[in-house]
Nanobody, 124 residues
Framework: QVQLVESGGGLVQPGGSLRLSCAASGSMFSINAMAWYRQAPGKDRELVAEVTRRGSTNYADSVKGRFTISSDNAKNTVYLQMNSLKPEDTAVYYC??????????????????WGQGTQVTVSS
């Protein structure tokens, strides 16, 4: 079983910065890609940014130039540096991981995991 533990959310003024972290823990898995999603009240969950194991990244248009996603493969951790925050960035941010889980029997499976979510509020 794999767990994703997020940290770094909070309240920040417009124009401020926050850094989110998400660490995957467990055994017998490898990470194929990790991502951050967000969900604002009354809206659907949307992709914010994603990074593959090889380091390729993809961003939502609304955060390009302001947010940076990075990963530390040795620590199974993904980060989201958020700069120039706007009130419309207010949402619960969720970490997502696409993993390959390995079994003692020799098999494997592709699995999708979510973190518990961390609140980001941008307000003066």
């Amino acid at each position: 079983q794999v767990q994703l533990v997020e940290s770094g959310g909070g309240l920040v003024q417009p124009g401020g910065s926050l850094r989110l972290s998400c660490a995957a823990s467990g055994s017998m898995f490898s990470i194929n890609a990790m991502a951050w999603y967000r969900q604002a009240p009354g809206k659907d969950r949307e992709l914010v940014a994603e990074v593959t194991r090889r380091g390729s990244t993809n961003y939502a248009d609304s955060v390009k130039g302001r947010f940076t996603i990075s990963s530390d493969n040795a620590k199974n951790t993904v980060y989201l540096q958020m700069n120039s925050l706007k009130p419309e960035d207010t949402a619960v941010y969720y970490c997502n991981a696409l993993l390959t889980t390995y079994y003692r029997s020799g098999g494997s499976s592709a699995d999708n995991y979510w973190g518990q979510g961390t609140q980001v509020t941008v307000s003066s």
